[in-house]
């Protein structure tokens, strides 16, 4: 089922990817969908790919060798059109089967695994593009629902005992070991789940950047249900 998304100031929706890719951000519009009901049984792929570890890339190859239904054959060619769209674009889109990511449980006062919600940082010019074909789906955050957790009083003064040095110098180290990229949502902020078949732009922190980068995170995964996830 498609979302509405119709009356978040966030998010602009659009009908095709010509449009996805030149629709631009604003300053507080930092989200774009391609809102798509997809035809096909994706769960069909997900369920004759063979997942190696926690993760595993699936690449154009590994979905032609499938051997799969009407249904499951419509799927396929979706996935593959979506891959060749975004390479065309000048992207490189890579297809995910995952169990789970890996967890950050170094510190117990801070994450920063994918679960935790967090922006994404380039040094050039780039979104990042993403669209859940199979399993949870990722949420995305309002800006003004989240605050920055480096500066949480007390998760910041743990990380300065961490560190021990000059302020100058944590800033750095806080930049350096992306602690900066990660936030809190805010009480009663209200996670939006991007859904199913959608395909997402999400702006991206880099210099000269106009747009507020989106806040974003992993799903935690069903129980017994791996992902099938397009992500560049």
């Not at 890719?21 to 790919?49: A, C, M, P």
């Not at 699936?58 to 769209?85: F, H, N, T």
């Not at 900066?180 to 805010?186: A, F, G, I, M, V």
Request: net charge negative; charged share 25%.
């Amino acid at each position: 089922m498609v979302h509405t998304f119709s009356d978040n100031d966030q998010i602009r929706v659009v009908s095709s990817f010509s449009e996805l890719i030149n629709t631009h951000f604003t300053e507080t519009q930092n989200t774009v969908g391609w809102l798509r009901n997809l035809d096909g049984d994706f769960k069909e792929i997900v369920s004759k790919l063979q997942l190696n570890e926690s993760i595993t890339e699936v690449y154009p190859k590994d979905i032609l060798e499938l051997q799969l239904s009407k249904e499951g054959s419509i799927a396929r060619e979706i996935i593959l059109q979506d891959l060749q769209l975004l390479t065309d674009f000048g992207a490189k889109p890579s297809l995910n089967l995952l169990k789970n990511y890996e967890r950050d449980t170094e510190l117990d006062f801070i994450s920063t695994d994918v679960y935790s919600y967090h922006i994404d940082r380039s040094p050039i010019a780039t979104d990042t593009f993403l669209c859940t074909y199979y399993g949870a789906a990722s949420d995305i955050l309002p800006n003004e629902k989240a605050v920055q957790k480096i500066l949480i009083p007390e998760i910041r003064e743990k990380l300065k005992e961490l560190h021990n040095d000059t302020d100058a110098e944590f800033e750095n180290f806080l930049e350096d070991c992306c602690f900066d990229l990660h936030y809190q949502p805010k009480p009663n902020a209200q996670p939006i789940n991007l859904g199913i078949g959608n395909l997402w732009k999400l702006a991206v922190d880099y210099p000269d950047q106009k747009a507020l980068p989106c806040i974003h995170r992993a799903p935690v995964e069903n129980d017994g249900e791996y992902r099938l996830l397009l992500i560049c």
